[in-house]
Structures are given as C-alpha cells and as structure tokens.
C-alpha cells in the first residue's frame, strides 16, 4: 500500500537555528507532493508545492523543499527558525492516477526554544 | 483567495444520534474530500466526491457516509453517532489532478461524541 512516513514525531530547535523535517514516500509512479502546515485549532495551510520542473521549490515563510526522486524524499528545511514557526507539519504526496487523493503523513510537531 | 467553509468549529452529540458535518466552497472545485485528524496518525481520507452526486469511499468510510447534491457543498453524515468518531473533521476541495493546484482545506470540527 502506498505510504507517507515523517520519521520525527516531535523536534525541538532554537530560535535561529536551521531546520530539516524529513518525509519520505512508496510507490513507484511520479508522484506530486506539498508540505503543509497546521497551527493549534487550525486548518492546514499550504507551505509549498511539487508537480515537475526545478525539484527545488520555494514556499511562504522562508521554507523549502527538495524533491529526491532516487530516495522518494521531499524534505523540508528553513536555515533560520522564528518562534513562531512552532506548529505540526504535514507531508502529502498524491498520484495522478488516485483521482486527486492525497496520502499524508503522521505529522512533525515543531517546537522553538528561545 | 480559496475559502473553504465548515459549519460548526465545536460541536457536541450524544451517542446514537445522528450528525451532520458540513462543508462550503466557493471556488467552483470539482473535488471536495472529507478527512479526520487523530493524534499520531495524520490525516485520514474518509470520503471524497469528483464530482455532484459522485462519492467515492476513502481509507476509513465505516460508519460515515456523505452527500453532494449541489457543486460547492459536500456533507459528512455520521448515521448513528459512536465515541469513537470523537476527532477532528476537516475538509478540501481542489481542481481535478491533472490541473496540479493543491488541496484547499477549511478550519476544521472538532467533534465530541458524549
């Protein structure tokens, strides 16, 4: 079955420090893939976005993501943390073949420390 | 900007009842999805539609079913209510996947089944 998996349940870092949330997929078909991101009583807001092109991709809020099609990774980073960047993560990878679903990962909790 | 509207933030039922969760969208999106969110297992599909009076089950339909009789509208109906339907329900609505446009979500339900 077709899987997401965000390795890191919970990460804590420092305010100024770089980030990196990992998420890695199955499957064997091209995949699209986002990262969002889900503050306390929220909805999820879309931080970026992978369809094709540059596996590189810029999103709001200073993050980034890098599409690894060899290790079916799509990791999320931020050099310099703010603390209000504290929130849970999620990774989602769709199919264009599944109609328009979405497989999300568990979710990273961030949290800053001053 | 996409809105994507539930109706209640919190609500409570008793079990046995019957509830109704819904869901607005004003961005003529072919796709709407129903999703809980628990703790540690990420976002779950429960139903999804492409399409008016199209549903499709997602991974967890037991126990919901749904319905969309108008384009932007997209119900979740819980036939009789259980404790353990006690989540968060969110819902999305997108373009269909060949038009690479992410998943627009609203704020959430948070439902308590008493």
């Known amino acids: 079955a077709q899987s997401v998996t965000q390795p890191d349940i919970h990460i804590t870092v420092s305010e100024g420090a770089s980030l990196e949330l990992r998420c890695n997929y199955s499957?064997?078909?091209?995949?699209?893939l986002f990262w969002y991101v889900q503050s306390p009583g929220q909805g999820l807001q879309l931080l970026l976005k992978?369809?094709?092109?540059?596996?590189l991709v810029q999103g709001i809020k200073g993050f980034e993501a890098e599409f690894k099609r060899s290790q079916s990774s799509f990791n999320l980073r931020k050099p310099s943390v703010h603390w209000s960047d504290a929130a849970e993560y999620f990774c989602?990878?769709?199919?264009?073949?599944?109609?328009?679903?979405?497989?999300f990962g568990q979710g990273t909790e961030l949290s800053v420390k001053p | 900007d996409v809105k994507v509207t539930q109706s209640s933030r919190y609500l409570v039922k008793r079990t046995g009842e019957k509830v109704f969760l819904e869901c607005v969208q004003d961005?003529?999106?072919?796709?709407m999805f129903w999703y809980r969110q628990d703790p540690g297992l990420g976002l779950r599909l429960i139903y999804f539609?492409?399409?008016?009076?199209?549903?499709e089950k997602g991974d967890i339909p037991e126990g919901y079913s749904v319905s969309r009789e108008k384009k932007e509208r997209f119900s979740l109906i819980l036939e009789s209510a259980s404790t353990n339907q006690t989540s968060m329900y969110l819902c999305?609505?997108?373009?269909?996947?060949?038009?690479?446009?992410?998943?627009?979500f609203g704020d959430g339900t948070r439902l308590s089944i008493l």
């Open positions: 999305a609505s997108s373009r269909p996947p060949g038009q690479n446009q992410p998943q627009h």
């Open positions: 499957y064997g078909a091209t995949p699209y």
């Open positions: 992978y369809f094709s092109g540059d596996t």
């Open positions: 989602a990878v769709g199919f264009y073949n599944q109609g328009g679903k979405l497989i």
């Open positions: 961005m003529d999106h072919e796709n």
């Open positions: 539609s492409y399409d008016v009076k199209m549903k």
